[in-house]
Protein backbone atom coordinates (compact mmCIF):
# COMPACT_ATOMS: atom_id res chain seq x y z
CA UNK A 1 0.00 0.00 0.00
CA UNK A 2 1.18 3.76 -0.97
CA UNK A 3 -0.37 5.47 1.50
CA UNK A 4 -3.16 7.03 -0.57
CA UNK A 5 -6.43 6.55 -1.18
CA UNK A 6 -8.89 5.80 -4.23
CA UNK A 7 -9.28 9.08 -4.93
CA UNK A 8 -5.02 9.84 -4.03
CA UNK A 9 -5.75 11.67 -0.61
CA UNK A 10 -3.06 10.87 2.20
CA UNK A 11 -6.43 11.61 4.45
CA UNK A 12 -7.86 8.66 4.54
CA UNK A 13 -4.72 6.36 5.38
CA UNK A 14 -3.66 8.84 8.07
CA UNK A 15 -7.25 8.99 9.76
CA UNK A 16 -6.24 6.10 12.14
CA UNK A 17 -3.06 6.44 12.92
CA UNK A 18 -3.11 10.25 14.12
CA UNK A 19 -5.96 9.84 15.64
CA UNK A 20 -4.21 6.98 17.58
CA UNK A 21 -1.16 8.79 17.67
CA UNK A 22 -3.34 11.99 18.71
CA UNK A 23 -5.34 9.95 21.64
CA UNK A 24 -2.03 8.75 23.26
CA UNK A 25 -0.18 12.43 23.19
CA UNK A 26 -3.87 14.13 24.50
CA UNK A 27 -3.13 11.25 27.57
CA UNK A 28 0.38 12.38 27.76
CA UNK A 29 -0.28 16.14 28.07
CA UNK A 30 -3.11 15.88 30.46
CA UNK A 31 -0.82 12.89 32.52
CA UNK A 32 2.26 15.16 32.44
CA UNK A 33 1.39 18.64 32.90
CA UNK A 34 -2.13 17.85 35.40
CA UNK A 35 -0.80 14.91 37.41
CA UNK A 36 2.32 15.27 37.67
CA UNK A 37 3.87 19.29 37.15
CA UNK A 38 0.43 21.34 38.33
CA UNK A 39 -0.52 18.02 40.66
CA UNK A 40 -4.23 19.14 40.19
CA UNK A 41 -5.15 15.87 40.09
CA UNK A 42 -4.33 11.94 39.84
CA UNK A 43 -6.59 8.99 38.27
CA UNK A 44 -8.33 8.21 41.41
CA UNK A 45 -8.55 11.86 43.50
CA UNK A 46 -11.54 12.76 43.61
CA UNK A 47 -13.94 13.17 46.34
CA UNK A 48 -17.03 11.98 44.63
CA UNK A 49 -15.85 8.44 44.78
CA UNK A 50 -18.66 7.43 46.94
CA UNK A 51 -21.32 7.70 43.65
CA UNK A 52 -19.53 4.85 42.55
CA UNK A 53 -18.35 2.31 44.61
CA UNK A 54 -14.55 3.02 44.32
CA UNK A 55 -12.21 3.42 47.11
CA UNK A 56 -11.45 7.17 48.12
CA UNK A 57 -7.39 7.61 47.77
CA UNK A 58 -6.48 10.82 49.55
CA UNK A 59 -3.20 11.66 47.13
CA UNK A 60 -2.57 14.25 50.44
CA UNK A 61 -2.04 10.70 52.13
CA UNK A 62 1.65 8.45 51.84
CA UNK A 63 -0.80 5.46 50.91
CA UNK A 64 -3.17 7.43 49.13
CA UNK A 65 -0.93 8.75 47.25
CA UNK A 66 1.15 5.57 46.25
CA UNK A 67 -2.40 3.90 45.29
CA UNK A 68 -3.06 7.12 42.76
CA UNK A 69 0.95 7.01 41.62
CA UNK A 70 0.37 3.35 40.34
CA UNK A 71 -2.62 4.17 38.87
CA UNK A 72 -1.06 7.45 36.84
CA UNK A 73 1.51 5.22 35.90
CA UNK A 74 -1.41 2.40 34.23
CA UNK A 75 -2.63 5.59 32.28
CA UNK A 76 0.42 6.44 31.00
CA UNK A 77 1.15 3.46 30.29
CA UNK A 78 -2.39 2.86 27.65
CA UNK A 79 -1.02 6.36 26.46
CA UNK A 80 2.27 4.56 25.57
CA UNK A 81 0.64 1.94 23.96
CA UNK A 82 -1.45 4.29 21.98
CA UNK A 83 1.42 5.99 20.70
CA UNK A 84 3.28 2.75 19.78
CA UNK A 85 0.20 0.99 18.08
CA UNK A 86 -0.58 4.56 16.34
CA UNK A 87 3.26 4.46 14.70
CA UNK A 88 2.74 1.00 13.88
CA UNK A 89 -0.29 1.69 12.05
CA UNK A 90 1.57 4.60 10.06
CA UNK A 91 4.60 2.47 9.41
CA UNK A 92 2.43 -0.17 7.88
CA UNK A 93 0.13 1.91 5.82
CA UNK A 94 3.32 4.72 4.59
CA UNK A 95 5.87 2.87 3.64
CA UNK A 96 6.89 5.35 0.93
CA UNK A 97 8.31 9.25 1.30
CA UNK A 98 7.73 9.23 4.91
CA UNK A 99 9.52 12.45 4.70
CA UNK A 100 6.62 14.00 2.94
CA UNK A 101 3.87 12.26 5.40
CA UNK A 102 5.42 13.44 8.56
CA UNK A 103 5.39 17.23 7.34
CA UNK A 104 1.76 16.76 6.18
CA UNK A 105 -1.26 18.48 7.30
CA UNK A 106 -3.15 16.19 7.08
CA UNK A 107 -1.09 14.09 9.70
CA UNK A 108 -0.91 16.55 12.27
CA UNK A 109 -4.75 17.63 11.91
CA UNK A 110 -5.80 13.72 12.66
CA UNK A 111 -3.38 13.79 15.41
CA UNK A 112 -5.61 16.98 16.96
CA UNK A 113 -8.55 15.25 16.56
CA UNK A 114 -7.21 12.69 18.38
CA UNK A 115 -6.03 14.52 20.93
CA UNK A 116 -9.60 16.16 21.07
CA UNK A 117 -11.20 12.72 21.11
CA UNK A 118 -8.96 11.96 24.33
CA UNK A 119 -9.89 15.19 25.99
CA UNK A 120 -13.99 14.39 25.24
CA UNK A 121 -13.62 10.86 26.31
CA UNK A 122 -11.32 10.89 29.43
CA UNK A 123 -13.40 14.56 30.53
CA UNK A 124 -16.89 12.52 30.04
CA UNK A 125 -15.96 9.49 31.56
CA UNK A 126 -13.62 10.36 34.65
CA UNK A 127 -14.80 14.11 35.16
CA UNK A 128 -18.55 14.12 34.99
CA UNK A 129 -19.75 9.84 34.85
CA UNK A 130 -17.29 8.30 36.98
CA UNK A 131 -16.03 11.57 38.92
CA UNK A 132 -13.15 9.81 39.73
CA UNK A 133 -11.34 12.95 39.63
CA UNK A 134 -11.43 16.37 38.30
CA UNK A 135 -9.16 18.62 36.03
CA UNK A 136 -8.68 21.09 39.48
CA UNK A 137 -10.65 20.06 42.36
CA UNK A 138 -11.80 22.65 44.93
CA UNK A 139 -14.24 25.83 44.11
CA UNK A 140 -15.35 26.35 40.25
CA UNK A 141 -14.00 22.28 39.48
CA UNK A 142 -16.98 22.22 36.91
CA UNK A 143 -15.77 25.10 35.12
CA UNK A 144 -12.53 23.53 34.81
CA UNK A 145 -14.05 20.16 33.82
CA UNK A 146 -16.29 21.81 31.12
CA UNK A 147 -13.46 23.97 29.91
CA UNK A 148 -11.19 20.66 29.65
CA UNK A 149 -14.20 19.25 27.38
CA UNK A 150 -14.25 22.70 25.56
CA UNK A 151 -10.13 22.39 24.76
CA UNK A 152 -10.96 18.57 23.56
CA UNK A 153 -13.89 20.38 20.75
CA UNK A 154 -11.51 23.02 19.47
CA UNK A 155 -8.67 20.45 19.15
CA UNK A 156 -10.80 18.40 16.65
CA UNK A 157 -12.27 21.11 14.80
CA UNK A 158 -8.92 22.47 14.43
CA UNK A 159 -7.39 18.97 13.69
CA UNK A 160 -10.20 18.55 11.08
CA UNK A 161 -9.63 21.51 9.51
CA UNK A 162 -6.13 21.23 9.34
CA UNK A 163 -5.69 17.96 7.68
CA UNK A 164 -8.87 18.83 5.04
CA UNK A 165 -6.01 21.81 3.94
CA UNK A 166 -3.47 19.57 3.31
CA UNK A 167 -2.80 18.12 -0.22
CA UNK A 168 -3.27 14.92 -1.82
CA UNK A 169 -0.36 12.55 -1.42
CA UNK A 170 0.26 11.24 -4.90
CA UNK A 171 3.55 8.79 -4.10
CA UNK A 172 4.15 8.88 -8.30
CA UNK A 173 4.97 12.43 -8.28
CA UNK A 174 8.15 14.15 -7.72
CA UNK A 175 8.90 15.60 -4.12
CA UNK A 176 8.75 19.48 -4.66
CA UNK A 177 9.96 21.53 -1.96
CA UNK A 178 7.27 23.76 -1.86
CA UNK A 179 4.92 21.32 -0.97
CA UNK A 180 6.47 20.69 2.06
CA UNK A 181 5.89 23.50 3.41
CA UNK A 182 2.38 23.65 2.16
CA UNK A 183 1.50 20.00 2.85
Same mark, same amino acid.
Given at each position: ? =? %? +? =??????????????????????????? #????????????????????? %? #????????????????? !????????? !??????????????? =????????????? &?? !????? &? %?????? +?????????????????????? &???????? %???????????????????? =????????????
Amino acid at each position: M =T %G +E =TRDGSVSGCLRLPGIVLGVGMGGFADG #ILLHQVLQWHHMLSSTDHDRI %G #IKYYDPNTVSGLEMNTV !WDGVFHTVC !WLAVLIGLAILYARV =TRDRLRVWRSRVL &WG !WMLVG &W %GLFNLV +EGVLDHHVLGIHHVHSGNGQVW &WDIGFLVL %GAVLIAAGYLLQRSGRPFDP =TAPARREEGRHA
